[in-house]
């Protein structure tokens, strides 16, 4: 059995090929594993027990009352009971599609498994890599932060990394790393061939740049940016998002991008 350091890589990984050493393990959280899976047995089990006391009421009024409160006799319970059904539904079937899920990362690519099998993908087959960060906040305090990131292949293959995998944050940072290179190798090389890219929302070419349906000449723009999960075009004599916006999580391949629209205009992350 492989392992990195001290840790062992399990053995649905002992079939990867071709990758190099692997460099890193990130398994799905124990929470979003056992904990799903025990908080929502213990939803269903209650079902059960609100359905078998709902019965019980129901013959007891109805003893008491006439088949005229059955109606009201049965609602509650009823409601209760499938409230519960769905909650503890939607978390057993969460902790069956995390049960198997890790990321083994290697010097050459990176290895995923879920309930579906293994995929195995070198970093330069990664085409489209979207990033998806929300902040929550109530009240205006910060209560936590939701992070996306998706990797995805020319034939549509297609690898989505989130919350439910310890040290996310750090996981999707090495990623977005690994994949900049050759994203930016590529974009790099399509508009010196003089193509036009088309990035989500966004496009760009040697003449300038597309946002939805609005064009901008580079000799129009005086920065691009990010601002407030949106990147955003700042014209000249205009301020910001006095051009146009595409949100982030809509755009991949962003940092390729801006690298390359930072060698012609500047580019600002706010």
Same mark, same amino acid.
């Given at each position: 059995m492989q392992s990195i350091g001290s840790t062992p890589i399990p053995e649905r990984f002992s079939s990867v090929m071709g990758l190099g050493a692997p460099t890193a393990l990130y398994p799905a959280k124990n929470s979003a594993r056992w904990g799903y899976a025990i908080f929502g047995l213990l939803l269903l089990a209650g079902t059960a027990l609100t359905v078998l006391y709902g019965i019980y009421e129901v013959i007891? *009024? @109805?003893? #008491?009352? &006439?088949?005229?409160? =059955? *109606?009201? @006799?049965?609602?509650?319970?009823?409601c209760i009971a499938g409230l519960m059904f769905l909650f503890g539904a939607v978390l057993a079937f969460s902790a069956i599609q995390n049960w198997n899920r890790a990321v083994v990362l290697y010097e050459k690519g990176l290895a995923y498994t879920d309930r579906k099998g293994l995929q195995a993908w070198r970093w330069e087959e990664v085409s489209l890599f979207f990033i998806a960060i929300t902040r929550h906040y109530s009240y205006g305090i910060r209560t936590g932060t939701t992070y996306v990131y998706t990797l995805r292949k020319m034939d549509g293959s297609q690898i989505r990394l989130d919350n439910a =995998?310890?040290?996310?944050?750090?996981? &999707? &940072?090495?990623? *977005? *790393? #690994?994949v900049f290179p050759a994203q930016y190798e590529r974009l790099a090389q399509a508009l010196k061939n003089g193509q036009t890219v088309t990035l989500g929302t966004v496009g760009l070419n040697n003449q300038g740049l597309t946002i939805g349906k609005k064009n901008f000449p580079w000799t129009d723009v005086e920065q691009v940016g990010i601002q407030r999960g949106f990147v955003s075009i700042k014209k000249k004599d205009g301020g910001w998002f006095s051009g146009a916006t595409a949100s982030v999580a809509s755009v991949p391949n962003l940092e390729a991008m801006l690298a390359v629209v930072d060698q012609i205009v500047k580019v600002k992350a706010g």
């Open positions: 007891v *009024q @109805t003893d #008491k009352h &006439g088949p005229a409160v =059955f *109606q009201d @006799t049965i609602t509650p319970p009823a =995998f310890a040290k996310i944050q750090e996981l &999707g &940072g090495v990623v *977005q *790393q #690994k």
